[in-house]
């Protein structure tokens, strides 16, 4: 690599690079460390129009081998730098409300322009296939990565090859460190998230390999939508400095996320994909929406919220695997809470009359007791809990029909400092979980079903009280 020296009449001395091969300073994986791919700088640039530059003017006769070396690296350093300070003063709020009207198409351009190389589309294997179209649409390079969880359906697996073919491109896979994966299945064994929540293999198999990926990045693509998760996803922009992970110059704000569907609709997305006749997930036609990992994705029924068939044993709070993180909102009280058009939903909820409220030593109280002179139907509820939210109503209802009919009906609040107790000693898996205590029996019953209308918790009130 050749360094031509120019010595000029002033004091001042200047290092100006024929080229730097782009194969020695550019590496196209994600999670690699990347550089400019030509260095020039001149006596003008080494002033930086002000800003501040820890470059200096060589001494000429000192100049050896290593001293070029040693001074080159620390102008390929400097223009990183350089770059990094341009990212930092950008206001990404002022640019996300100046495309809130843009069309994924324009948003997606507009990304790609920017950061070129220093940014990839994140794909699920599930209508996140749109946003490889709309990256095609631009007509500009484009690089796509996704999470090899290991967990995944066959189907997935499939589209991810047709979906090589059919665009002319290499997907980037991340997988788990498989010292990890081996302890966690080791330790707790293959489906031990159905017990202690989704959050830990997660982790493991998704959240830190994205960590790494995102790393060798300065921004990335996803397919993220309002409409997607109203408790969580509900005010998203269509760009934003990332509040969770950094990308490659590393520290808070190096790294920026574009949602470019952030605005769109489900449906127009599907209307989309089928009117540019793309490859998609064959699980879509069997009822899935929203397709993560096999154990933890099943098909949602008409109706549902397609956010229901993910993690559907837990809470509504934890629809969330831990790559959007930054989704969830933090309550007064210090709890994750679901935020719904601004406003932290911490309304206390079922408020008839005939519902009795337990607290921590009433419901204790209550499961010592071994022959009871009424029977009691208990939810374990999180008011904030949009699941349980929607159950208000039939609840409510239930108490009213069932007053002075020889059942009590009670809520106890389970989230919070309660939640741990709730786990171990009320069998709570998922919010709104159901318990039926019978007259006499020690040992509560759980209500198995998610159908929670009067007339179904009635039917199974009078086969078990």
């Not at 397709?291 to 993690?311: D, K, M, N, S």
Request: aromatic share 8%.
């Amino acid at each position: 690599m050749a360094l031509a020296i120019n010595v000029s009449s002033s004091s001042s001395s200047v290092i100006s690079s024929s080229s730097f091969p782009s194969s020695e300073l550019k590496a196209p994986q994600i999670g690699s460390l990347r550089l400019t791919d030509r260095i020039n700088v001149s006596a003008a640039s080494l002033s930086m129009s002000g800003k501040r530059s820890s470059v200096k003017p060589l001494n000429v006769q000192s100049l050896t081998k290593e001293s070029i070396v040693s001074q080159s690296a620390s102008m390929v350093a400097s223009e990183v730098t350089e770059k990094l300070d341009v990212v930092e003063v950008e206001d990404f709020e002022e640019l996300a409300k100046s495309l809130e009207d843009a069309s994924p198409l324009e948003i997606m351009d507009k990304a790609l322009e920017k950061f070129g190389d220093d940014i990839a589309i994140a794909f699920s294997g599930a209508e996140d296939v749109a946003l490889i179209e709309y990256a095609h649409l631009t007509g500009r390079p484009f690089r796509v990565f996704s999470l090899d969880t290991g967990r995944l359906n066959p189907e997935t697996y499939r589209l991810f090859d047709t979906v090589e073919k059919h665009y002319g491109i290499r997907i980037e896979y991340m997988f788990p460190d498989a010292v990890e994966v081996q302890a966690l299945v080791r330790n707790k064994g293959l489906f031990s998230f159905y017990e202690d929540g989704h959050q830990e293999c997660c982790r493991i198999r998704k959240v830190r390999p994205l960590r790494r990926a995102l790393k060798g990045l300065r921004a990335w693509i996803t397919g993220q939508r309002k409409d997607q998760s109203p408790g969580t996803r509900s005010e998203i922009p269509v760009v934003q400095v990332d509040p969770v992970f950094e990308g490659l110059d590393g520290g808070a704000g190096s790294l920026v996320k574009w949602n470019p569907v952030a605005n769109v609709e489900g449906n127009d997305v599907w209307n989309f994909l089928r009117t540019m006749d793309v490859p998609v997930n064959t699980l879509h036609a069997a009822g899935y929406v929203s397709i993560g990992c096999e154990p933890c994705t099943r098909a949602v029924l008409p109706g549902q919220h397609e956010r229901e068939g993910r993690w559907w044993w837990e809470d509504a709070k934890a629809k969330e695997c831990g790559l959007h993180k930054g989704n969830i909102k933090e309550s007064s009280n210090g709890n994750a809470a679901a935020s719904v058009n601004g406003t932290s939903t911490v309304a206390d909820i079922f408020k008839s009359e005939n519902v009795v409220s337990l607290s921590r030593q009433g419901i204790e109280n209550l499961m010592k007791l071994e022959n009871r002179k009424e029977a009691w139907i208990v939810v374990l509820y999180a008011p904030w809990c949009p699941f349980c939210q929607a159950m208000e109503a039939s609840f409510d209802e239930l108490a009213d029909k069932l007053g002075g009919n020889g059942v009590k009906v009670a809520k106890f609040r389970a989230d919070g400092d309660q939640k741990e107790f709730a786990k171990k000693e009320l069998q709570l898996g998922s919010f709104p979980t159901i318990l039926v205590f019978p007259k006499n029996s020690s040992r509560p019953i759980k209500y198995p079903s998610e159908k929670r209308d009067v007339d179904s918790l009635t039917s199974f009130l009078n086969l078990v009280r």
